[in-house]
């Protein structure tokens, strides 16, 4: 090819980019397709679980709902929305949609309401729908005749309402029902008792009564001859129990006698009278008294509650027994349990703490968990007790935070370099000597013209609402929180106290302000700690220590008997 035959091939070639790159750019516009948005995620079906089917009618149990959301092919799908929602109780879930692994919890606790029933809980994602039922059981209604009198007469019958753990349940309804006469409906009082008052028919007839979601029936039989007979068989075990088997003064056991037949066959309207054999003098009271005859249920079983005195001491639960209608004070057959023991009111108390170092920087406190465990002088968590704290704060200190060896540490440093403390950290006593809080002659050793430490710098108080009182595991759980700038330079003394049945128990737990470690090895940064509130109200640093000594009016802290006021600073 001729030189001029190849220009004309480089024109050509020239002309048609340029015809295709002129093509893209007019008539037709963009034909790129446009990007198509995601598709949100999709469940295909959904598994629902729990940690266990049942809780306790305490308050302190709950259960974990883990819902798992699946694709067509049972892969687990993230990032789906899914609800929880139950008829009652509290629930409190992990999140809104799934995790990576296709799983979300909730966890669920039955609230305030302490009854028996069954708490129905719909998890739902998109369109998928299950539900889970969690039985909530444990509750007691024993019933307690006062005797039998003449038909036309009044009488009464003693209820009591206990839950899992044998505490009363208070201001729950009672609902009281029996043939011939209207229905009656009240509360229990503040130790789960409600009392039914009627009068007694010319026949035998029983008496329901329901309350928490538990009923027991009650057969109440006019004086001169019963017409209540037991169910066919012969009774081949009696047997007796307390719960709990040790109680504290004023505390109450359910007693529950158990009658069985052949084929382990419950045995009802067997007639039974309940006694305390008491050869210590212990006192205490049953439901119902020593004439007073209770029927077995239809479960074969006959319960009363006893209450314990003032008294601690051992004592012995006694039933006597028949088939058939037995005079009072006379005894067919008899039945003694274990021993019941009654514990005199002691209290103790101990302070917990992993020591571990929470840290707030929105409200720029640093935080340690405490829980106060008490029980009685039997070693056994007492329920329900009211745990005070206190936090006072015997001694502050002056000084600042250099970098010193790689680290942040305390002192007293020379004024140009830091590099090497001159002393340690000056230590002073709380100067309100008599912890009145008011600013009195001598106490202002500093002349700063106030009271130093500041009260105000940490307290002690409940985790949450209603958490200063004792769960039915005896515990109360308490925080300390302190300003972040006031770490390490205060000590406290923390009182933890409580009353139970008017005997009082205390117990306390010192420490300094602990500092995070990774802040003291952060020198990167400066900790909010670096200089003590307390250094002179000059600025200029405390090289020297000055000290006053004064008497110690009585104070506990320190024990000494002067106290270590720091002079003003030079």
Known sequence: MTFQGIQQLRVLFAAVAVGAIAGCSAGGGDRSSPTPSPTPPTAASLSVSVSKNTLSTTG???????????????????????????????????????????????????????????????????????????????????????????????????????????????????TVSMPGQADVSGKTDANGKYTYSYTMPAAATVVTATAAGVSTTTTVTPSGGSTVTPDAGTVNSASLSANPSSVTTGHQAELRALFIGANNAPIANVRTRFQMVDSNSIGGTLTSDVNSVIYSDSNGIARTTYTAGTRGGVITPKICWSSTDFPANTCPNAVTASSLTVVASGVSLAALTNGLIGQDDTKNVYTISYVVQVVDASNQPIAGSTVTGAVDIPRFYRGLYAVTSGKWSSGIFNDNTYSLPLVGRQSCDNEDVNRNNVLETGEDANLSLTLEPFKASVAITPTSAGSNVTDSFGKAYFTLQYGQNYASWEDVVMTFTTSVEGTEGHTSASSSLPVPATVIANTAADPPFKISPYNATNGVLPYTVLTTPVTNPGVIYPSTATFNLCGSQP
């Not at 039955?110 to 708490?119: A, C, K, P, V």
């Not at 307690?144 to 003449?150: E, K, L, T, Y």
């Open 60 to 174: 302190a149990d709950s259960t974990t709902i883990t819902a798992t959301t699946l694709d067509a092919n049972n892969n687990v799908v993230a990032s789906i929305p899914v609800t929880f929602k139950p008829d009652t109780g509290i629930l409190t879930p992990a999140g809104t949609t799934t995790s990576a692994s296709g799983t979300l919890t909730a966890a669920l606790g039955i609230g305030s309401d302490h009854s028996n029933r069954t708490i129905n809980v719909v998890v739902g994602a998109g369109a998928l729908s299950k539900t889970v039922a969690i039985t909530v059981q444990g509750d007691t209604l024993t019933a307690s005749n006062s005797g039998s009198v003449a038909a036309g007469a009044s009488s009464s019958i003693a209820y009591t309402l206990l839950d899992a753990a044998a505490v009363a349940i208070a201001d729950a309804p009672v």
